[in-house]
């Protein structure tokens, strides 16, 4: 199992940005296909972005499209989610997730066998 740890949350006004970092200890997890999702209290967990760095490839949800960019650094096995003008509704809680089979399949959490504890997002008006 690889520890997969989350930070960067925080309280930012709209229209402001945070950086999300998600790092792993351990062993490397830069051949794994990586995504962030977030969960509001009561509801499913959303897919918000995922990469495939080793293609060159993103992949983001149409509510955030424009507005974050998830990369990754292979050397220091992490991920992060850069969010650009932030609004209330990108309020939850963020977790970083880890495909170990890379599978094209990306906006599912089914498709993730590892997952963070969890990073608070809250944005205010």
């Known amino acids: 199992q690889v520890p997969l740890v989350e930070s960067g949350g925080g309280l930012v006004q709209a229209g402001g940005s945070l950086r999300l970092s998600c790092a792993a200890s351990g062993r490397t997890f830069s051949s794994y296909g990586m995504g962030w999702f977030r969960q509001a209290p009561g509801k499913e967990r959303e897919f918000v972005a995922a990469?495939?760095?080793?293609?060159?490839?993103?992949y983001y949800a149409d509510s955030v499209k424009g507005r974050f960019t998830i990369s990754g650094d292979g050397p220091r096995n992490a991920v992060y989610l850069q969010m650009n003008l932030l609004k209330p509704g990108d309020t939850d809680v963020y977790y970083c997730?880890?495909?170990?089979?890379?599978?094209?399949?990306?906006?599912?959490?089914?498709?993730?066998?590892?997952w963070g504890q969890g990073t608070q997002v809250t944005v205010v008006s």
């Open positions: 990469i495939r760095w080793s293609v060159g490839s993103t």
């Open positions: 997730a880890a495909d170990v089979r890379a599978s094209s399949i990306v906006g599912f959490p089914a498709e993730y066998e590892l």
